[in-house]
């Protein structure tokens, strides 16, 4: 009788005392390739480490990896989260590092990180080249580490895993920040990985998945629950928490109909061009998406809005109705914007606590430097308990878990009720139930007249309230259209969008 591939048996997991992951049982067979799915913070990524021999096991785990194939022995991981470091081998970077032109020379190159993670593992060229094509990459081998957005990580740590081809691929959230082809084509790559005898194991909760996938299991209640196909939350309620009562204040008033307007506004590094001939205009109110496939221009797009771009001065751009470099400060503008995108939180403080973070957002700071005072500190803790993070208030980011420190970010976002919400993929590392419980949120503070631009991926995570939406490609603006006449009805059912 052939012996599992993984056999683990009483697998404990504490935090703070409490019990997460309780004599956890699970055998994985010969091939087996799992879905893993359940809550944020259930222990799913610490169990994934586990595995990979990265973190303490607390139980037994056994490993038996086929001999006969001529893979990559060994388990290789692909953290949802990854931090890469400057040529010093720091990573102390700050947010708006990378839209500056000196900031190219801190980090190695793409094609020099790739050069040296194929010497370290012995890997033929060749077989890379078709991973880079199929995940389109390509155009970006000659860009450098800091510059690249958190989609192109995501698709560089995932590039190294296919060219690896290891006996078993662990990938935690592979999705998050990846556009719809890109998703379709990792699925292929991972069923051929799978015909080329690797196992897989994907911590999900999204409905794509590669074919190869052929187990499912939750998290639940600490065990490891089997079943037949992918569960959903189906009954997706409300948290019946009220509101805060300061959002129900109108805080700001515009006296400007547009709140952004941009006039053939321009954005190039050298002879790279990122943005080209930008007309767009947000109207006092509206709400937006903004979509479009890795690299199109999103990110560098947000980043004038936010004050955080330089080449902001050199363009015909407006923002609250003032021409850019025309006497406010940059404090002044951020001070009516609230902002959260994958990048603020790889460069946040981790040292902060969850209620530093969260009163951060009326100073727009990375961690707290001075006392609040009294009305912002209980501002911060309605937030703390409409988030249900009271278990977690003195904690610090760096000791939660990924969605967790999310929930965190998104109360520092929303604390000031900003005239502009910009949420860049806000609901990355969120479980189903709390993706629905924040975008019901914004559904809300969308009422009291907030302006949004929201950034997602996917259809299941844009809220309700989104009416308009603005699709840029190669840096160029390729669709303006309203939606709110649309039937969006089934938006929670899908996952497909640009």
């Given at each position: 009788?052939?012996?599992p591939?993984?056999?683990?048996?009483?697998f404990?997991?504490?935090?703070?005392?409490?019990?997460?992951?309780?004599?956890l049982?699970?055998?994985?067979?010969?091939?087996?390739?799992?879905?893993?799915?359940?809550?944020?913070?259930?222990?799913?990524?610490?169990?994934?480490?586990?595995?990979?021999?990265?973190i303490?096991?607390?139980?037994?785990?056994?490993?038996?990896?086929?001999?006969?194939?001529?893979?990559?022995?060994?388990?290789?991981?692909?953290?949802?989260?990854?931090?890469?470091?400057?040529?010093?081998?720091?990573?102390?970077?700050?947010?708006?590092?990378?839209?500056?032109?000196?900031?190219?020379?801190?980090?190695?190159?793409?094609?020099?990180e790739?050069?040296?993670?194929?010497?370290?593992?012995?890997?033929?060229?060749d077989?890379?080249?078709?991973i880079?094509?199929?995940?389109?990459?390509?155009?970006?081998?000659?860009a450098?580490?800091?510059?690249?957005s958190?989609?192109?990580?995501?698709?560089?740590q995932?590039?190294?895993?296919?060219?690896?081809?290891?006996?078993?691929?662990?990938?935690?959230?592979?999705?998050?920040?990846?556009?719809?082809?890109?998703?379709?084509?990792?699925?292929?790559?991972?069923?051929?990985?799978?015909?080329?005898?690797?196992?897989?194991?994907?911590?999900?909760?999204?409905?794509?998945?590669p074919?190869?996938?052929?187990?499912?299991?939750?998290?639940?209640?600490?065990k490891?629950?089997?079943s037949?196909?992918?569960?959903?939350?189906?009954?997706?309620?409300?948290?019946?928490?009220?509101?805060?009562?300061?959002?129900?204040?109108?805080?700001?008033?515009?006296?400007k109909?547009?709140?952004?307007?941009?006039?053939?506004?321009?954005v190039?590094?050298?002879?790279?061009?990122?943005?080209?001939?930008?007309?767009?205009?947000?109207?006092?109110?509206?709400?937006?998406?903004?979509?479009?496939?890795?690299?199109?221009?999103?990110?560098?797009?947000?980043?004038?809005?936010?004050?955080?771009?330089?080449?902001?001065?050199?363009?015909?751009?407006?923002?609250?109705?003032?021409?850019?470099?025309?006497?406010e400060?940059?404090?002044?503008?951020?001070?009516?914007?609230?902002?959260?995108?994958?990048?603020?939180?790889?460069?946040?403080?981790p040292?902060?606590?969850?209620?530093?973070?969260?009163?951060?957002?009326?100073y727009?700071?990375?961690?707290?430097?001075?006392?609040p005072?009294?009305?912002?500190?209980?501002?911060?803790?309605?937030?703390?308990?409409?988030?249900?993070?009271?278990?977690?208030?003195?904690t610090?980011?760096?000791?939660?878990?990924?969605?967790?420190?999310?929930?965190?970010?998104?109360?520092?976002?929303?604390?000031?009720?900003?005239?502009?919400?910009?949420?860049?993929?806000?609901?990355?590392?969120?479980?189903q139930?709390?993706?629905?419980?924040?975008?019901?949120?914004?559904?809300?503070?969308?009422k009291?007249?907030?302006?949004?631009?929201?950034?997602?991926h996917?259809?299941?995570?844009l809220?309700?309230?989104?009416?308009?939406?603005?699709?840029?490609?190669n840096?160029?603006?390729?669709?303006?259209?309203?939606?709110?006449?649309?039937?969006?009805?089934?938006?929670?059912?899908?996952?497909?969008?640009?």
């Amino acid at each position: 009788m052939k012996k599992p591939v993984v056999h683990i048996t009483n697998f404990n997991l504490k935090f703070k005392d409490k019990s997460v992951l309780k004599d956890l049982c699970w055998t994985i067979n010969s091939g087996e390739n799992w879905l893993l799915s359940g809550e944020s913070g259930n222990g799913k990524t610490s169990l994934a480490k586990a595995i990979a021999n990265l973190i303490p096991s607390y139980g037994t785990i056994e490993l038996n990896l086929n001999p006969l194939n001529n893979l990559v022995d060994g388990v290789h991981y692909v953290a949802n989260w990854y931090q890469f470091k400057d040529l010093e081998g720091q990573a102390n970077f700050y947010y708006q590092q990378r839209y500056h032109k000196q900031a190219a020379t801190t980090t190695n190159s793409v094609s020099s990180e790739l050069k040296h993670f194929g010497q370290q593992n012995s890997l033929e060229q060749d077989t890379l080249n078709p991973i880079v094509e199929a995940l389109g990459f390509k155009s970006l081998l000659s860009a450098t580490l800091i510059e690249l957005s958190s989609g192109e990580h995501k698709k560089l740590q995932l590039i190294k895993a296919l060219w690896l081809k290891p006996k078993l691929l662990i990938l935690d959230l592979p999705y998050n920040g990846l556009d719809a082809a890109s998703r379709k084509n990792l699925n292929l790559l991972l069923d051929q990985l799978v015909e080329d005898g690797a196992q897989l194991i994907l911590i999900s909760n999204e409905a794509e998945m590669p074919s190869s996938i052929n187990r499912f299991a939750r998290i639940e209640d600490g065990k490891l629950v089997a079943s037949a196909a992918m569960q959903y939350v189906n009954n997706l309620t409300k948290i019946e928490k009220p509101l805060p009562a300061f959002f129900q204040e109108k805080q700001w008033s515009s006296t400007k109909s547009h709140l952004v307007k941009m006039i053939d506004v321009n954005v190039s590094y050298g002879n790279k061009k990122v943005l080209k001939n930008i007309n767009w205009e947000v109207k006092a109110g509206e709400k937006w998406a903004l979509q479009g496939p890795n690299g199109s221009g999103k990110s560098t797009l947000l980043s004038l809005i936010c004050a955080d771009h330089p080449q902001a001065f050199a363009n015909n751009f407006y923002l609250f109705g003032n021409l850019r470099g025309s006497g406010e400060s940059i404090w002044e503008i951020k001070e009516r914007i609230g902002l959260i995108s994958p990048e603020l939180h790889w460069y946040f403080d981790p040292t902060a606590t969850v209620w530093q973070s969260i009163v951060s957002g009326f100073y727009d700071s990375s961690g707290l430097f001075c006392d609040p005072g009294y009305t912002k500190r209980v501002q911060a803790d309605e937030l703390i308990h409409f988030f249900g993070l009271d278990d977690y208030k003195n904690t610090l980011m760096n000791q939660l878990p990924l969605g967790k420190q999310r929930l965190a970010l998104l109360g520092r976002t929303i604390i000031k009720n900003p005239e502009l919400l910009i949420l860049d993929e806000p609901c990355q590392g969120l479980d189903q139930q709390q993706t629905f419980h924040f975008n019901k949120l914004i559904d809300e503070l969308s009422k009291n007249g907030t302006t949004l631009i929201y950034v997602g991926h996917f259809e299941s995570q844009l809220p309700d309230c989104i009416e308009k939406r603005i699709v840029l490609e190669n840096g160029e603006v390729q669709v303006i259209e309203n939606i709110s006449n649309k039937n969006y009805v089934t938006r929670s059912e899908q996952s497909l969008c640009i």
